[in-house]
């Protein structure tokens, strides 16, 4: 059995996973969004501070499995370099009390195995990832042949949901509170700009939209907020929608995924399911449990390198808030 770590934002979580199965036998995930909502986002050395109490109390509950274990994974980067710290310190000391390898985990890689929990691997795929942290198109040949073909240049599609949900009080994580009053809103009350629209950029611009919504919620009333909420869901779906339809003109999209905690928005789910249609594409999602930051993932991941032996040394292995992808 492999021991996965996630500690990249404001969820504390630690899995197990059946190497010779994939299957999935533990898996506890504590959230910090009640914390970090009464400041209307993440503070990262208040994440910090909850995951160094919440991590130790998860593994307690995992001793009964320490016997069968065979590595101990982490997630290394991307993430807040505080909060990976937590997970990363954590994991060097199970690799040493227990004698195990030690798997660092790019956390991008983990939502695309998302889609593979306690299932078969299967590529190639085109990998939407949204998320609050990243916006990107990604070529998925195999675990160790991915290619980025487009990312956010600033804001997120996860980002700038948390942002505007911010602008009207909603409070924190934003995507969900966004969606649910978008359901009443009118999507065509607002004509918001398309980002990027006449550009043949193939990349992701939410800060112009973002500060259009800031300019309609000054002016509004709050019974208007469903409509600019709508209206905003709309256009920032519609940017990507876009992007996609400029990217499909060079390639042929034949399995299409969307992966991260973004990826749970329904609106744009079914937009994108629009848009394979005339492709006859096939659509794979995560389990909406598994959308968000979690350590099966992590897992899934890990139980691949574990089998290629990719693993990483301690001193060697170090946190990066960036994308190395």
Do not use: W
Not at 130 to 157: N, R, Y
């Amino acid at each position: 059995m492999i021991l996965s770590i996630e500690s990249s934002c404001d969820d504390s979580a630690i899995a197990i996973t059946e190497i010779a199965t994939c299957k999935l036998l533990f898996h506890k995930k504590i959230s910090q969004e009640f914390e970090h909502s009464l400041y209307g986002g993440v503070v990262p050395e208040l994440a910090a501070r909850l995951h160094a109490e919440a991590l130790p109390k998860i593994l307690e509950e995992c001793k009964p499995y320490f016997e069968h274990l065979k590595a101990v994974a982490v997630t290394s980067s991307p993430g807040l370099t505080v909060t990976l710290i937590e997970g990363v310190t954590m994991a060097k000391a199970i690799s040493v009390a227990l004698k195990i390898p030690l798997i660092g985990v790019n956390h991008l890689i983990g939502h695309i195995y998302s889609l593979f929990i306690e299932k078969e691997a299967r590529f190639p795929l085109t990998v939407l990832l949204v998320s609050g942290g990243h916006t990107q198109v990604m070529e998925v040949k195999s675990l160790t042949e991915i290619t980025t073909v487009a990312k956010s240049m600033d804001d997120s599609f996860g980002e700038s949901f948390d942002k505007v949900a911010k602008m009207m009080g909603l409070g924190y994580p934003g995507g969900p509170l966004i969606q649910e009053l978008a359901k009443d809103g009118d999507r065509k009350k607002y004509n918001f700009t398309l980002p990027l629209a006449q550009s043949s950029l193939l990349a992701f611009s939410y800060s112009g939209l973002k500060n259009a919504v800031r300019l309609a919620v000054e002016s509004a009333e709050k019974d208007e907020y469903k409509n600019i909420a709508a209206s905003f869901e709309h256009i920032a779906t519609g940017h990507i929608i876009n992007k996609l339809k400029r990217y499909f003109k060079t390639i042929t999209p034949q399995t299409f995924a969307i992966v991260g905690g973004a990826s749970a928005n329904l609106y744009l789910r079914s937009q994108i399911e629009l848009l394979l249609k005339p492709y006859h594409a096939s659509l794979l999602l995560s389990e909406l449990k598994y959308c968000s930051d979690n350590a099966a993932m992590i897992g899934r991941v890990a139980v691949e390198m574990y089998q290629k032996k990719m693993f990483s040394s301690l001193d060697t292995l170090d946190v990066s808030p960036k994308s190395i992808l």
